[in-house]
């Protein structure tokens, strides 16, 4: 996400669909920078979105790894990655390496 002319704005990322069950997302992104936003991991199901994890603030130089277990017991279920970029033009987002495998991380 570029933050610069673009402050307080939010893009997501819908993930194809998914039949319930256990699941590992995983994936990179940095938070550095003045005035950062923050990138929220989602998950769609039943009609509602839940928040399962949320970055926030100034983590350093450097790619961070997430790794999220989820075990859904809905029939269906998406996720949803958004990122929100801060009031600054140095609040930049990045993504990469983003999989979805089957099974606990």
């Known amino acids: ?15 194809p669909v998914f039949n ?5 997302f995983s994936g990179y992104f940095p938070m550095y920078g003045q005035q950062p936003g923050y990138l929220s ?8 979105k839940y928040t399962w994890k949320r970055y ?3 983590h350093g130089n450097r790619w961070l ?4 277990s989820i ?3 809905a ?9 929100h970029t801060g009031s600054g033009y140095h609040s930049d987002i990045a993504m990469d390496d983003l999989f ?5 991380c």
Not at 41 to 48: A, S
Request: one cysteine or more; hydrophobic letters at 30%.
């Open 56 to 58: 926030s603030g100034n």
């Open 41 to 48: 991991f989602n998950i769609i199901q039943g009609g509602h």
């Open 75 to 83: 029939p269906s279920f998406q996720f949803e990655l958004e990122g």
């Open 100 to 104: 979805v495998t089957q099974g606990h």
């Open 71 to 73: 075990n859904s017991h």
């Open 65 to 68: 790894h997430m790794r999220l």
């Open 1 to 15: 996400l570029e933050a610069s002319s673009h402050f307080q704005k939010t893009a997501k990322l819908d993930f």
């Open 20 to 24: 319930g069950g256990q699941y590992c």
